[in-house]
């Protein structure tokens, strides 16, 4: 069998970034380098390089069919005497940012430093062309015509954002391995703590992904205590050990297109906890169902403890009711020095999870008397 190319998809690349992207990329055999910044650095030699700017900037467009509005005062940033990004309406709700040509003209309209917001790619005369409902749609638009045009091809991303925009390209013949930088739980004690809202993204969508990767195992333990013991959470061996798993777990890679979680009764009090609730799933491959586990757990913010707990769940089509209940002497026997306890009720289905917490606060075990 073929293997499959191998592309590096770099948001912002620094010295540290690119060096060790380019590791991996040898490691892999890989040559293409793709990069999202718009005043790219010095190709690195020895690799194909191609930056989405550097393509919208030359790209024959022809002309607009209409004007974009002007949110009003200017503010230029220049590289080397070139004007190469103008910011109108800076602070105002209307604020855009434009990217210019070396004659001045736009070929790139963009909110200001987000993801969010329509994005405009313009012809020779500064009128849009082209649009996307933000970032990613721009992003998605141009790795597709990017990456080789048959065959399947390995992705390797490392930025947050990224990685979750490219989830989305749904392209069958892409697989998408992330690489977690950052090590936003790095305790598994601490599992259930706060992340940054653009990593909480990520890990909401990681059925999406054929690899999320990470070189700790601690890091790892708390990322299947948060989400579950998916198979396409991976603590980094060698680069092509992971990459080879990856390949091979693409043909099983289940979609979500809607999940909606209804608590029906949630009680709390001294003799324990009761839950029950419903899950509908719409998903391309609702007929097959049949491997989905729905599953409840308690938990303690104390030690980040996590125990399984028995409910009944019941499947009809793509909805599944779940019902159960965890006595005080059950919660004290499997949450040994526990003050707090919460339940969560989540599923997983092959590489795809979620969980949606039941109790809201703390449960204080002792103030109920449960010792």
């Not at 030699?45 to 790209?59: I, S």
């Not at 390995?154 to 490219?166: A, F, N, R, Y």
């Not at 001294?270 to 097959?288: C, H, K, M, N």
């Not at 399984?308 to 019902?323: I, K, S, W």
Request: charged share 30%.
């Amino acid at each position: 069998m073929t293997s499959p190319a191998v592309s590096i998809l770099l948001r912002t690349p620094d010295d540290v970034t690119t060096r060790e992207a380019l590791d991996r990329l040898r490691a892999l055999d890989g040559r293409q380098v793709l990069t999202l910044d718009p005043v790219p650095g010095t190709p690195p030699a020895g690799f194909d390089v191609a930056n989405l700017h550097e393509q919208l900037r030359t790209r024959s467009e022809g002309e607009g069919a209409s004007e974009l509005p002007d949110p009003g005062s200017h503010e230029d940033d220049v590289t080397d005497g070139y004007t190469w990004r103008r910011r109108s309406g800076v602070g105002s709700a209307s604020e855009a940012w434009d990217y210019l040509r070396p004659d001045g003209s736009r070929y790139l309209r963009t909110p200001p430093d987000g993801v969010e917001g329509d994005v405009f790619s313009c012809g020779s005369d500064g009128r849009p062309v082209r649009s996307w409902s933000g970032l990613g749609g721009l992003w998605r638009w141009w790795v597709d015509g990017a990456l080789p045009a048959t065959g399947r091809v390995v992705l390797l991303t490392d930025d947050t954002v990224v990685g979750t925009e490219m989830g989305r390209l749904h392209d069958p013949r892409v697989v998408l391995v992330h690489r977690l930088h950052g090590a936003p739980l790095s305790d598994p004690a601490g599992w259930w703590l706060d992340v940054d809202p653009d990593v909480q993204l990520l890990l909401d969508r990681v059925g999406e992904l054929d690899a999320l990767v990470v070189d700790d195992g601690d890091e790892l333990t708390a990322l299947r205590r948060r989400i579950g013991d998916l198979s396409q959470l991976e603590l980094l061996d060698s680069w092509p050990d992971v990459v080879e798993r990856a390949v091979g777990r693409k043909r099983r890679r289940r979609v979500v297109t809607e999940q909606e979680w209804t608590l029906e009764q949630v009680q709390t009090g001294e003799d324990g906890v009761s839950w029950s609730g419903t899950l509908d799933i719409r998903s391309p491959f609702a007929a097959d169902l049949d491997t989905l586990v729905v599953t409840a757990q308690a938990w303690s913010p104390d030690h980040g403890a996590v125990v399984d707990l028995p409910q009944q769940v019941h499947r009809t089509a793509g909805r599944f009711r779940f019902e159960g209940r965890a006595d005080a002497a059950t919660l004290r026997s499997l949450l040994l020095h526990a003050e707090r306890v919460r339940v969560r009720v989540g599923y997983t289905w092959e590489q795809l999870g979620s969980v949606v917490e039941l109790t809201t606060e703390p449960i204080p075990l002792r103030r109920r008397r449960w010792f």
